[in-house]
């Protein structure tokens, strides 16, 4: 009875310390994992930690030997995985010693220093490692590998915003000096005086001329996505599939083969004399200070055109997803008390749709805000005035005016550059937040506690 | 007083599928008449025919003949017809609205324009048993109610149009044992006032709220008469089975 006893408390001894190895070196590794990550991140970030990745990953190497060496002791067998990750571990770092600290030629346009591929390395191997340990942190039972597998997601996430939140940094860097309130209200302008050329610098009809795109779009890609979503979510048959197929092959063409297809009506307008209608619809005009009208190279209407054609699939979508969501016994339910099709559709389905509506316009003209592809042939520095038969301007042309434009404009404009950036990317941010909050807010009230 | 249905020679069949062959029945003024039999036999499809909702369903081929107080319904006009005869359905749909919008959603949407809005709301919901439990938030959304009071908020939302005819299809199906009692309760006020056909599957319940019983299977009538006589004393053997509760062969 008595050497029973020992023997058991003997073997319950023996778990206890086996507990605790196993506990450690999952927690080594998995600080050593997480060093490497970290590391990895900093070395995208700046070049001089590359020199101190072969040595991290030499050490996150050293600590799974030993991990493995342990688990073959008290266990009895080879881990699998930790084979293959040490295998990885030792591959990435004969790799990372092998390749030279700047890699160019290779019919590559630019020169590569080795922390590219570092942090590659180390993210590559830092983040399974990671999981690993964790996993067997946690006792190695069915939820720890669930939990384990947060790096994987995480990781990425954290790399992605940390992306965007350097970018936009900079740019509120670069952009903030820019906003002045006499840069918000100045249109620019170029004027020939006798002394020569006189200008006003500003982005006022770069901002107007945003919105009145974004405001004219949505006025022709409402009814047209709208009337199209609606008829392709309500009914069946040939004509249905057909505006179905025409609105996803919107999607489909170039927004540069949309730009050129702009441009080519413009010159086409070139063969009418500024006044007939054709000239001013398309190229639009300008009238100087002695009254004589003079043709412009493209209006706002024909932007508008083209780029609702950007919009209106993305309208049509929201449109028919908002409708085909209205349950069907909804729907049997107005019938059987014999509404027609029409008051159904005001009093039920249409406030059930509108806020699917409503986002998708909010999206699309987000959309409109940043393009410049479609405007690009098209577009001036709106120095001719403002108006909807004046030449089309906006805010992401100039970021591209700036470089390509003409020699004035690239000199006084560039100090906005950034500055239109910004603007844009606020204009989209807000866009986009108020799109979301209108979908959250009247979807609970207009389609239930569903 | 409740009008009269009559089906003659009812036949329905989704593409190739023969759901319902050859069915004769009347649903008799102001009584209630409840179908019953095991699922699949054409129960639910028999009722939409009566109110033509089978119009809705793609490849739904529909012949024979039925009549509301000797009109056939298949040339009047639909919404006229769904005026007339009003349904409820097994799972509660309320709009996604105030419990008074729903009410008078169907009173608005026949173009009625009378000022007495109120007293056709409390009256519906009165009837529906429901009007206790509700009369101090009509603004409340619907869907703020429990499932067995938005049941009952569709059996008042048909009833305010004042139809002829109420089809109920399986109403107490979702429905706990105190908000089925209400409802029986508030069937059997209503004889009388309108013409109700129910179909369900609860055979005592078809006992204690029917007049007339149609036993269907496979698609076909069973058969059809007084309740108490298909409970007591019925014709055929399929009839006395199901009634006792036992299954039958398919």
Redesign the interface.
């Known amino acids: 009875m008595k050497a029973a006893e020992a023997t058991a408390g003997r073997q319950a001894a023996v778990p206890e310390r086996a507990a605790l190895t196993s506990r450690a070196l999952p927690a080594t590794a998995g600080v050593a994992a997480a060093g490497n990550i970290v590391l990895g991140c900093a070395a995208l970030l700046d070049n001089s930690y590359d020199a101190f990745a072969v040595p991290a990953l030499a050490g996150l190497a050293l600590i799974l030997l030993v991990w493995l060496a342990q688990a073959r002791y008290s266990r009895g067998v080879w881990e699998r995985e930790l084979i293959i990750l040490l295998a990885v571990c030792l591959a990435a770092g004969a790799l990372l010693l092998a390749i030279p600290e700047y890699t160019y030629g290779h019919q590559i346009n630019g020169i590569i220093h080795r922390s590219l591929f570092s942090s590659v390395f180390l993210l590559g191997v830092g983040v399974p490692a990671l999981c690993f340990s964790i996993y067997h942190l946690l006792g190695a039972t069915p939820s720890a590998h669930d939990v384990s597998r947060y790096p994987l997601i995480i990781v990425p996430i954290a790399l992605a915003l940390g992306a965007y939140g350097l970018l936009l940094a900079r740019l509120i860097d670069d952009g903030v000096s820019g906003l002045s309130w006499h840069a918000l209200t100045t249109a620019y302008k170029e004027e020939l005086q006798p002394t020569g050329f006189v200008y006003d610098v500003g982005l006022r009809n770069h901002i107007l001329g945003t919105f009145l795109l974004m405001g004219l779009t949505s006025l022709i890609a409402l009814p047209a996505g709208f009337g199209a979503g609606m008829y392709v979510a309500e009914n069946e048959g040939w004509l249905s599939r057909l505006i179905a197929f025409c609105t996803t092959m919107l999607r489909a063409i170039s927004v540069f083969v949309l730009g050129v297809a702009a441009f080519s009506l413009v010159d086409f307008a070139e063969g009418y004399a500024v006044g007939n209608p054709i000239s001013d619809f398309i190229r639009g005009y300008y009238t100087d200070a002695s009254g004589f009208k003079h043709p412009a190279e493209g209006s706002f209407l024909l932007a508008a055109v083209f780029l609702s054609l950007l919009a209106i699939p993305v309208i049509a979508r929201a449109t028919e997803e908002g409708f085909r969501s209205v ?1 069907v ?2 729907r ?9 099709e029409g ?2 559709f005001l ?2 389905l249409l ?2 749709a509108m806020p699917s509506v409503i986002t998708g316009l909010l999206i699309g003209a987000a959309e409109v805000a940043g393009s410049v592809a479609v405007i690009l042939f098209i577009a001036g520095s709106g120095q001719n005035g403002f108006g909807l038969f004046n030449q089309t301007t906006s805010l992401s042309y100039l970021i591209f005016d700036v470089k390509y434009g003409p020699q004035p404009v690239q000199d006084l404009l560039a100090q906005y550059q950034f500055t239109a950036a910004l603007l844009l990317v606020f204009l989209t941010l807000t866009l986009t937040i108020a799109a979301l909050f209108i979908k959250h807010r009247f979807a609970r ?5 569903q | 007083m409740g009008g009269e249905m009559q089906v003659i020679g009812l036949s329905v069949s989704y593409g190739d599928n023969q759901v319902l062959r050859d069915i004769d029945l009347k649903a008799a003024a102001g009584k209630v008449l409840a179908i019953v039999g095991p699922s699949g036999c054409g129960k639910t499809t028999l009722l939409r025919c009566l109110n033509r909702l089978t119009d809705l369903t793609r490849r739904c081929r529909v012949e024979g003949a039925i009549g509301l107080d000797g009109e056939d319904i298949f040339s009047m006009d639909p919404v006229l017809l769904r005026r007339r005869v009003g349904m409820v359905f097994q799972k509660p749909n309320p709009f996604p609205m105030s419990i008074k919008e729903n009410v008078l959603y169907g009173v608005k949407a026949h173009g009625k324009r009378n000022g007495n809005s109120e007293s056709i709301v409390k009256s519906a919901l009165e009837g529906a048993a429901l009007w206790s439990e509700v009369q101090g938030r009509l603004n409340d959304s619907a869907f703020t109610l429990s499932l067995g009071q938005q049941q009952r908020l569709c059996f008042a939302r048909s009833m305010a149009v004042s139809p002829e005819v109420i089809l109920m299809d399986e109403p107490a199906a979702s429905l706990d044992p105190v908000s089925t009692a209400k409802l029986e309760s508030s069937i059997t006020a209503m004889k009388g006032e309108y013409t109700i056909v129910i179909v369900t599957h609860d055979v005592p319940q078809a006992r204690r709220v029917s007049d007339h019983l149609a036993f269907l299977h496979g698609g076909g009538l069973m058969e059809f008469g007084e309740t108490e006589k298909l409970f007591e004393n019925p014709e055929r053997e399929e009839t006395r089975e199901y009634l006792a509760g036992r299954l039958l062969a398919v």
Request: neutral net charge; aromatic residues 8%.
């Open positions: 349950p016994d909804i049997e339910g107005s019938v059987a008390l014999g509404a027609t008051h159904g009093r039920i406030p059930w009230r207009y389609q239930g506690a």
